[in-house]
């Protein structure tokens, strides 16, 4: 059961701006899911090996030469606030 | 010489290397076609196919539809998503470059769910794609557009993605042929991340033969995707007639009773064509493939919970207004950006990855997925194929399952174990069955699943069962045959 | 209250000097344009994928194999959660549970592990801006954003500021010398941050730890953990706890702040990143870096001490730049048949100090004295053909114009006097001259001595051997 408190926890470390009745049936929702989700934590698997992915490969690399990078305006052509050739954000919070 | 629109890809094709079909006259009659869209499948359509960027010089294949998930250099790509409205990217996805390359027109881009998340596509920002069987029924997603254009006549064909069963499920309630390759086979560089470990790039087409072509074009190794491969030999068109010497595994297990009793039938009619072309059939156990939905709501959510974290509104897509500082910026673009279907999962993946959840969820869903790919390599031992049911019910209608997530995601019951295997599946249109709650009948697919990387043997067998089924059925108005 | 002791451990994040980033193929660059350097991978656009760079593997092994590490037969990559703007995809791609590289030391410190990952992007403040009330505006510039990083976590082996500066500069010289990354505090390519905590003397169990940033020169690393070393110290004796928490140092007055944390929870979701495979080194990928290691300082110096039997200080002097070295090596190579040790006091005693008499910021190797030059100097005043003060007086001609130790000499006349006969009469002139000195000494007082060996050095400038001299003063004023 996925109480409010931790809703709005996840919510804060994902990002995500949530109404208050977002909140609420989220936690309905999760909790729904999660229910279904358990049974998988009655199996025992303690000795089997996770699996990132099915790829077996190694060492995938790239030589370090390099490529033709974007121009200003291209990079910045999507962006919301351009200012200057760089991206404007409002400021974090002051640090210290 | 048939109608034009009749034409398979693979049909048409040859009569472009035979001189007999003008392949710009070919794409032009098919952007008139894809401009009479009352299906909602397509979010942007190239109505003269000049756009730049994508265009296409001098046309040598049939003209393709691409779902609205892959990158397009200079053209809207949204993914489905209110975030991204209006975004162009400044480079082109992999598969779509070899499409171009190919010589292959680019139509449009298709309707889709959000970020890929759902299997109905009701979860697009901009609005869903109508079933062209019955147009008060979901076509199934999240590669919804793509599969609505095909068996709609709107495109001979088209590419998609499947996380879950993206490709395989729209395509089984569309009534045509979806192919998700062996994980690795095809590049997913520009193909926007749902949950990497699992998405995958595959055909939609009428045909086998033209899921055959169509992938010929779009895999091999990329170096711009570390976990591409590539087949170990270029598909050839299957031209197998029987399955003498080939074993057919049911899995026990799958034998769900949530299937409707019309794709029961017409499951059960399929296996005895099998029989019927010297294929053998078998109960195999799949111990853990029930397990798989639950699996894959863990670690799909998960993944996608930090792939959708680049959208922030900082360096392209929307940003809402808001005062204050940066994190108040970010929670107001991504709560007027995501829809509930992605703001869900998001948060399910990032519960699921948050300290003190990791091993319970995280990490014991990867455990499972390794059990999960155990199961088909035992199976694998003794059969050539693992066949199922594609979807438990033909397509259901707009709004049946959108307030209740878990039903809408057991929809994935037939397809999520094999994409959490990594290896390829086919689903082909296996004839008609009647809904559940009545009505008019609708298509049903069957799902082959086959070892990583025998998709020439999984299309060659494909191919052979696709002739005796002789699905011809097309949806209203829609030529065919 | 027991005595206390500091523990300090380091955390350096060493950007390498690769041509491209980590992970996609834009040049790296240092006060560029914002922006020229970006790409849709490094801006973190839709349906990107990062493709490791072959180099920054390399450069790793050979931090790695400098570092005498343990490296993991098969590392992976993780992705480390966290919004924030100069993090473009919200999470970077860093090494956690298996870093390529494990145990190692560097002189007597150990390092607990090295680590790939990549770099964030600059933000640079520009205050209150109309749209925004409350807070301000920032601008982010992506160029440095992915620029591959090795971080190199130590053990808490080091006892002192001045130590871990000093050690900091050993890695700083070791990495320089590698050839793998500009280690330029100032410019940020080489950054040191210390973990620092006390204990009681002879207690085994670490205390409460500070995390201490942005101490952008050794100086500022020494005077940073110098003054948390004493914030702690007081804070112990006066009873009272250390919290953890992280601070920045201000140089400008020396200062300490705590530093609020960018995620006010800090939960980073760590995860391994499923679009990389793993690096699992070959055998040679291994050789390769290995055989590319340069003598380190840390290997010559001990060399220097065991073969040479230069004493530690010296060693480590000639040892750490690898010019002064060679320059040393050359030199006593042609010097022979002099102690190794009397050539390395040459080289870091008197031309280290003509050189900067000289005002000479110029090094031995690059000064006008060649090897083979200074080599016969040295053998000159070991065989007494001329005095040390002599020595000294050519060293500096050689250090000014260059050129040969032996014609210098001739033209200055600085030839020991080397005919008894000249030195006798000069010896009895000098006692003549001075009366009332040779009373004292034939009164037994030694001391007087000096004067008349003054008045012999001046009248033959310092020409004389002072050993011969003494002896015939002796000699004549019979004791
Ligand atoms: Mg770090
Ligand atoms: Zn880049």
Redesign the interface.
């Given at each position: 059961m996925?109480e409010r408190e931790?809703?709005l926890?996840?919510?804060?470390?994902?990002?995500?701006?949530?109404?208050d009745e977002?909140v609420e049936t989220?936690a309905g929702?999760?909790s729904?899911?999660?229910e279904?989700?358990?049974?998988?934590?009655a199996?025992d698997?303690d000795d089997?090996?996770?699996?990132?992915?099915?790829?077996e490969?190694?060492?995938?690399?790239?030589?370090?030469?390099?490529?033709e990078?974007?121009s200003?305006d291209?990079?910045?052509?999507?962006?919301?606030?351009p200012?200057?050739?760089?991206?404007?954000?409002?400021?974090?919070?002051?640090?210290? | 010489m048939k109608e034009l629109l009749a034409l398979t890809a693979l049909e048409a094709h040859e009569a472009m290397v035979a001189g007999e079909l003008d392949a710009s006259e070919y794409a032009e009659a098919w952007r008139a076609a894809a401009a009479g869209d009352e299906l909602n499948a397509y979010l942007w359509r190239d109505e003269d196919g000049d756009a730049p960027g994508i265009a296409v010089e001098r046309p040598s294949v049939a003209p393709i539809a691409v779902k609205d998930i892959f990158c397009t250099e200079g053209v809207p790509t949204t993914a489905g998503s209110r975030i991204l409205e209006g975004y162009r990217p400044p480079y082109t996805a992999t598969a779509v470059r070899k499409l171009i390359e190919a010589g292959a027109p680019i139509l449009g881009k298709t309707n889709m769910d959000e970020f890929a998340m759902g299997s109905s596509n009701e979860n697009s920002a901009y609005g869903p794609v109508l079933n062209p069987w019955d147009r008060s029924r979901v076509p199934g997603g999240s590669s919804g557009g793509s599969a609505a254009v095909v068996a709609g006549g709107l495109a001979p064909w088209a590419i998609g993605t499947d996380t879950g069963g993206s490709i395989r499920q729209p395509a089984a309630l569309c009534g045509i042929v979806g192919l998700k390759p062996t994980y690795g086979a095809i590049s997913r560089y520009g193909m926007i991340a749902f949950a990497s470990s699992l998405d995958q790039c595959g055909p939609f087409t009428r045909t086998v033969g033209d899921a055959a072509l169509l992938l010929a074009i779009l895999q091999g190794r990329d170096p711009c995707d570390s976990t591409s491969i590539g087949l170990p030999e270029a598909p050839r068109l299957p031209d197998r007639e029987d399955l003498s010497g080939l074993r057919f595994a049911v899995p026990a297990e799958l034998a769900s009773d949530a299937i409707e009793p019309g794709v029961r039938v017409v499951f059960e009619a399929t296996l005895a064509k099998i029989e019927g072309l010297g294929g053998e059939i078998a109960e195999a156990p799949l111990p853990h493939a029930e397990h798989g939905i639950s699996a894959y709501y863990v670690l799909a959510p998960a993944e996608a919970s930090s792939n959708l974290a680049r959208y922030d509104g900082v360096r392209y897509g929307m940003r809402a207004p808001s005062s204050g500082d940066v994190i108040e910026m970010y929670e107001a673009t991504r709560a007027e950006g995501f829809g509930a279907e992605v703001k869900r999962r998001i948060m399910l993946g990032t519960y699921a990855l948050s300290s003190g959840y990791y091993d319970a969820y995280y990490g014991q869903a990867q455990k499972v997925r390794t059990k999960i790919a155990g199961d088909f390599k035992s199976a694998f031992d003794d059969f050539d194929f693992v066949v199922t049911p594609t979807s438990p019910s033909v397509a259901f209608g707009l709004g049946e399952k959108t307030d209740d997530p878990l039903a809408m995601y057991l929809n994935d019951f037939f397809t999520v174990p094999m994409s959490l295997a990594g290896i390829p599946a086919i689903s082909i249109p296996a004839g008609l069955a009647e809904p559940s709650g009545g009505g008019p009948q609708l298509p049903v697919g069957f799902q082959i699943a086959a070892p990583a990387f025998a998709e020439q043997k999984l299309l060659d067998a494909a191919h052979a069962l696709e002739k005796a089924i002789g699905f011809d059925a097309r949806p209203q108005g829609v030529p065919g045959g | 209250m027991a005595e206390l002791e500091a523990v300090i451990g380091l955390e350096i994040h060493v950007q390498l000097a690769t041509r491209t980033k980590m992970f996609c193929g834009c040049e790296l660059s240092f006060g560029d344009e914002p922006n020229v350097h970006t790409c849709p991978i490094c801006l973190a656009h839709p349906g990107v994928l990062p493709v490791v760079n072959e180099q920054a593997i390399h450069y790793a092994l050979k931090i790695a194999a400098a570092l005498e590490c343990e490296v993991a037969p098969r590392s992976i990559f993780h992705r480390k959660n966290y919004f924030y703007p100069d993090s473009p995809k919200a999470y970077q791609i860093s090494q956690y549970d298996i870093p390529i590289a494990g145990a190692g030391r560097l002189g007597d410190v150990r390092i607990h592990r090295a680590h790939l990952e990549e770099d964030a992007a600059k933000m640079i403040h520009v205050g209150e801006s109309g749209r925004i009330h409350g807070s301000g505006a920032s601008l982010v510039d992506f160029n440095r954003g992915g620029t591959p990083l090795v971080e190199i976590v130590t053990e808490p082996d080091l006892r002192s500021a001045a130590e871990a500066a000093a050690w900091a500069r050993l890695l700083r010289e070791t990495v320089r010398q590698l050839g793998v990354s500009d280690v330029n505090m100032e410019e940020g390519s080489l950054r040191v941050d210390g973990n620092i905590s006390m204990r009681p003397v002879g207690s085994e169990e670490l205390g409460t730890k500070t995390e201490l940033k942005n101490m952008n020169s050794f100086r500022f690393l020494e005077r940073g953990i110098e003054a948390e070393l004493v914030r702690q110290r007081g804070l112990i004796e006066a009873g009272e706890k250390v919290e953890q928490e992280t601070l920045h140092f201000h140089p400008e007055d020396g200062s300490l702040h705590p530093l609020r944390s960018k995620e006010e929870a800090h939960d980073y979701r760590y995860f391994p990143e499923p679009d990389l495979v793993a690096i699992a080194p070959t055998e040679e990928m291994l050789r390769e870096a290995r055989e590319s290691l340069p003598e380190l300082p840390a290997a010559r110096a001990q060399r220097y001490q065991d073969e040479l039997d230069l004493p530690e200080d010296v060693a480590a002097l000639l040892a750490a730049d690898p010019e002064t070295a060679g320059y040393f090596e050359q030199t006593s190579k042609e010097a022979s048949g002099v102690e190794p040790r009397v050539v390395a006091n040459w080289v870091t005693g008197e031309l280290a100090a003509a050189l900067r008499q000289e005002g000479r910021e110029a090094s031995a190797s690059e000064s006008k004295v060649e090897p083979a030059a200074l080599a016969s100097l040295i053998s000159m005043v070991q065989e007494k053909k001329i005095s040390h003060g002599s020595g000294k007086t050519v060293l500096a001609a050689l250090v000014a114009e260059g050129g040969e130790p032996a014609t210098i000499v001739e033209r200055e006349g600085l030839a020991q006097i080397s005919d008894s006969g000249e030195l006798d009469s000069i010896v009895a002139a000098a006692i003549e001259a001075n009366p009332e000195a040779a009373e004292q000494i034939r009164a037994g007082n030694g001391k007087a001595i000096g004067a008349i060996v003054g008045a012999v050095m001046k009248e033959t400038k310092g020409r004389a051997d002072g050993g011969e001299v003494n002896r015939l003063i002796k000699e004549k004023l019979g004791d």
């Open positions: 996925i931790q809703v926890h996840v919510a804060k470390l994902a990002r995500l701006g949530l109404s977002e989220m929702e999760l729904g899911i999660l279904h989700v358990d049974r998988i934590a199996l698997l089997v090996e996770p699996t990132t992915h099915v790829v490969l190694e060492n995938v690399v790239r030589p370090d030469v390099p490529h990078s974007l200003p291209v990079a910045l052509a999507s962006a919301p606030d200012e200057g050739g760089a991206f404007r954000v409002p400021s974090p919070q002051a640090e210290e | - | -």
